[in-house]
């Protein structure tokens, strides 16, 4: 059902080939995994798209859409997946991941929770003011960062599996009853 519904909405794959804005990239944007919506891809673009989601700075949409099309996964639901990293997530999962970090490897940069805690921001300095807080995290957020992408994206990958097979299930079944309701 969800399938059917995004086919009726999304533009077709001729028509994502003719598109000035596509046609610039040549042969990279025309893999018919990048746009086509089936288990495999969809699963692979969410998992893309979670890993991406927490890079630092404005460039996960970027990175979300290069790696959709290195591995050949649904472009727009990489891209549109990183969208769960925003003003108002991104200070506790930089926190869960900061914390994560420095469990795993051990070491916790001697910060205290003063210290952990997300500085106020103001109009004029707001991204050096962040960029100094996330730099004085250090390695267990980096570390913390790249296990959270990673736990992340296996957990999507395998939720968005399970999921479709149980609505594809779910729908055999509905099928069955209504062809048993025929007879």
């Not at 296996?154 to 097979?165: C, D, E, K, P, Q």
Request: net charge positive; hydrophobic share 50%.
């Amino acid at each position: 059902m969800p399938r059917k519904y995004f086919k009726k909405i999304l533009p077709g794959h001729d028509t994502v080939k003719q598109s000035r804005w596509i046609k610039p990239f040549g042969e990279w944007l025309h893999h018919p995994n990048l746009w086509h919506l089936h288990r495999r891809s969809v699963a692979g673009g969410v998992a893309v798209g979670l890993f991406c989601g927490l890079i630092p700075g404005p460039f996960q949409m970027i990175g979300a859409a290069l790696a959709a099309v290195m591995f050949r996964v649904n472009l727009p639901v990489a891209v549109f997946t990183t969208l769960y990293t925003n003003p108002l997530t991104l200070a506790p999962l930089y926190m869960l991941a900061y914390e994560l970090g420095s469990f795993v490897i051990g070491q916790g940069n001697g910060l205290s929770g003063a210290s952990l805690a997300f500085p106020e921001l103001g109009w004029d300095n707001w991204f050096s003011v962040l960029l100094d807080w996330v730099v004085s995290l250090g390695k267990p957020l980096a570390f913390g960062l790249l296990l959270l992408a990673i736990i992340f994206s296996v957990v999507g990958y395998f939720a968005v599996r399970v999921l479709w097979y149980a609505v594809v299930v779910w729908e055999w079944r509905r099928r069955a009853q209504r062809r048993a309701k025929n007879l």
